[in-house]
């Protein structure tokens, strides 16, 4: 048996093709997405932002179709729906795993976020959503399911994340109006996997991350972080008839960390660290 031929089909994704955007490295949440998504017998269509990515996963993703898609480019994301169109591919389901934020000078207080940072960032991370569900509009099935990936709280001011808690805020509230804007002529879904922090290759690269993770291991009750699998898992549940009642929901994966803040043994070390 290929990892590709399903061995039941309990998601129900089954011969239905579903596009993953933003694949990076096999560490990716995009990929991890997919694979699951292939276990599941769907067909799965990557774009990636660059050729040059394109080259660089082709033995990943071997026997794959990749299509190329810079979201910053409109000419692009339209390139997009009429390749999909003149193919005549109807989607089940499309995977948002695209965010990008430019620090060039490391993390700085937010108050300090240039236009040119936010703008970008906010264009790529969250208006590009809003902006390739427009295009694909006619290529979704009638009850296609859309999930893209946010961040487990968008309310906490953690300096190693930069300003992109406010530009994944902004991802999170276009569920709703997406959700009722495609309501008018369809029954397209639109949702998020808010996931607590996870070991990516994206991840390491920001500044004090790799030390927030480390002190998430030690909030989450179970003593070690999410893993990729476990955000992949739960967004491939959104993307199937199984979720068909949830939409505009972002739905947290952090493995309690959120509850946890003030654990006794954490407040005790961070207290007899300030008497010393």
Do not use: W
């Amino acid at each position: 048996m290929s990892d590709r031929e399903p061995s039941f089909d309990f998601l129900g994704l089954s011969g239905k093709t579903v596009m993953v955007m933003g694949v990076a490295n096999k560490k990716s949440v995009a990929f991890r997405i997919a694979k699951i998504l292939e276990q599941a017998g769907a067909e799965v269509i990557y774009s990636v932002r660059s050729q040059s990515r394109k080259d660089s996963l082709a033995k990943l993703l071997a026997d794959r179709r990749i299509i190329v898609c810079d979201v910053e480019k409109q000419s692009e994301i339209d390139q997009l729906a009429a390749t999909l169109a003149a193919d005549s591919i109807q989607l089940a389901g499309l995977v948002h795993s695209i965010a990008f934020a430019d620090y060039p000078e490391g993390i700085r207080p937010f108050h300090e976020t240039t236009r040119k940072q936010f703008l970008q960032a906010i264009d790529i991370s969250a208006y590009s959503l809003t902006n390739v569900c427009n295009a694909l509009k006619d290529t979704f099935a009638r009850d296609a399911s859309v999930v893209t990936i946010g961040i487990s709280t968008t309310r906490m001011a953690s300096e190693s994340y930069g300003f992109m808690a406010p530009i994944k805020a902004a991802l999170e509230s276009s569920l709703a109006f997406l959700t009722k804007s495609f309501s008018k002529f369809s029954e397209v879904r639109f949702n998020s996997v808010a996931a607590g922090l996870l070991k990516t290759s994206a991840s390491a690269g920001i500044p004090g991350y790799v030390d927030s993770y480390l002190y998430a291991e030690k909030v989450i009750p179970r003593g070690r972080a999410v893993d990729t699998d476990e955000v992949a898992s739960t967004a491939a549940f959104l993307l199937s008839p199984r979720s068909s009642g949830i939409t505009a929901q972002s739905i947290v994966v952090d493995a309690g960390m959120s509850i946890n803040y003030f654990d006794a043994s954490i407040v005790g070390a961070v207290t007899a660290a300030d008497i010393d």
